[in-house]
């Protein structure tokens, strides 16, 4: 009986990873170069991926930056395009771009509802069409992970938290929708919700305004946070899994934390 975990299959294949400017996505496409792994980076910030790129450059793998705005499905679709073009087939996609932008359901902003919708779950399901195709296409064993969050699990009671919760139980049955149409197909591709808790990022910076996030730090104080680290650990654990092995949903909180 063995209990090694490795990511030894993954050496040398290419991984997309979005939202890879800071963050989780940022942590998971560092974990992943230095595993070995080329790592297509994705995000509207290129220049902190390519300034990411040059401190790995001495690592066992590699990191590739690729400027893209997820909002825009055209841009998405012609960014796979390159990607497949640039480095070769897709073995493993890590959905980890996400946001939530302030604003109520009942009084609120239309647009900011579009974007967030877009972002969490359009573009993740443009993502997903464009890995399994490659995928498919070279009959690759490959992974897709959804970086998903607690709120695809309970409603917060967080003023401005809007339709944020709604995209990621979307996400959920998203996830879980696609795993489905594996199975029916019979493709060797796995699939993974992964949903945290509180994290140590800029998330509630860039998503409240400056008094909002005053009174959030106030109310939450006392509570423990999780890494990013801890976070893209969770990714290199269910990509290490067996081929047999399939991890459908993990959910990662800050010990003691009541959700």
Same mark, same amino acid.
């Given at each position: 009986?063995?209990?090694s975990?490795?990511l030894?299959?993954?050496v040398?294949?290419?991984? $997309? $990873?979005?939202?890879?400017?800071?963050? #989780?996505g940022?942590?998971?496409v560092?974990?992943?170069?230095?595993?070995? !792994?080329?790592?297509?980076?994705?995000?509207?910030?290129v220049e902190? %991926?390519e /300034?990411h790129?040059?401190?790995?450059?001495?690592?066992? +793998?590699?990191?590739?930056?690729?400027?893209?705005d997820?909002?825009?499905?055209?841009?998405?679709?012609?960014?796979?395009d390159?990607i497949k073009?640039?480095?070769?087939?897709?073995? @493993?996609?890590?959905?980890n771009?996400?946001?939530?932008?302030?604003?109520?359901?009942?009084? +609120?902003d239309?647009?900011?509802?579009? &974007?967030?919708?877009?972002t *969490?779950v359009?573009? $993740?399901? %443009?993502?997903?069409?464009e890995?399994?195709?490659?995928?498919? /296409?070279n009959n690759?064993?490959?992974? &897709?992970?959804? #970086? *998903?969050s607690?709120?695809?699990h309970?409603? =917060?009671? @967080?003023?401005? @938290?809007? !339709?944020?919760p /709604?995209?990621?139980?979307?996400?959920?049955? =998203?996830?879980?929708?696609?795993?489905?149409?594996i199975?029916?197909?019979?493709?060797? %591709?796995?699939?993974?919700?992964?949903?945290?808790?509180?994290?140590?990022?800029?998330? *509630?910076q860039?998503?409240?305004?400056?008094?909002?996030?005053?009174? =959030?730090?106030?109310? *939450?104080?006392?509570?423990?946070?999780?890494?990013?680290e801890d976070? /893209?650990d969770?990714a290199?654990?269910?990509?290490?899994?067996p081929?047999?092995?399939?991890?459908?949903?993990?959910?990662?909180v800050?010990?003691?934390? %009541?959700?």
């Amino acid at each position: 009986m063995s209990y090694s975990l490795s990511l030894d299959r993954f050496v040398g294949k290419v991984a $997309v $990873v979005t939202g890879a400017s800071s963050g #989780i996505g940022k942590t998971i496409v560092e974990g992943l170069v230095k595993y070995g !792994v080329t790592v297509a980076g994705l995000a509207r910030r290129v220049e902190r %991926i390519e /300034a990411h790129a040059k401190e790995l450059a001495g690592a066992k +793998g590699r990191l590739q930056p690729y400027k893209t705005d997820l909002t825009k499905k055209d841009e998405i679709i012609s960014t796979f395009d390159k990607i497949k073009k640039d480095l070769g087939p897709i073995h @493993i996609l890590v959905n980890n771009a996400g946001l939530l932008l302030a604003s109520n359901i009942i009084d +609120g902003d239309i647009e900011k509802w579009e &974007i967030v919708l877009n972002t *969490n779950v359009l573009a $993740v399901s %443009i993502c997903i069409r464009e890995a399994v195709a490659s995928m498919k /296409a070279n009959n690759i064993k490959g992974h &897709i992970i959804n #970086i *998903n969050s607690v709120a695809g699990h309970d409603v =917060l009671d @967080i003023p401005g @938290i809007s !339709v944020y919760p /709604a995209s990621k139980f979307a996400l959920r049955a =998203l996830t879980e929708s696609v795993r489905l149409e594996i199975n029916r197909e019979k493709l060797p %591709i796995k699939i993974t919700s992964i949903s945290p808790g509180a994290v140590d990022t800029e998330f *509630n910076q860039a998503a409240f305004p400056a008094e909002q996030l005053k009174k =959030l730090a106030h109310v *939450n104080s006392s509570q423990k946070l999780i890494s990013t680290e801890d976070v /893209a650990d969770s990714a290199f654990y269910v990509l290490a899994t067996p081929e047999h092995v399939n991890v459908k949903e993990l959910i990662i909180v800050p010990h003691g934390a %009541i959700y």
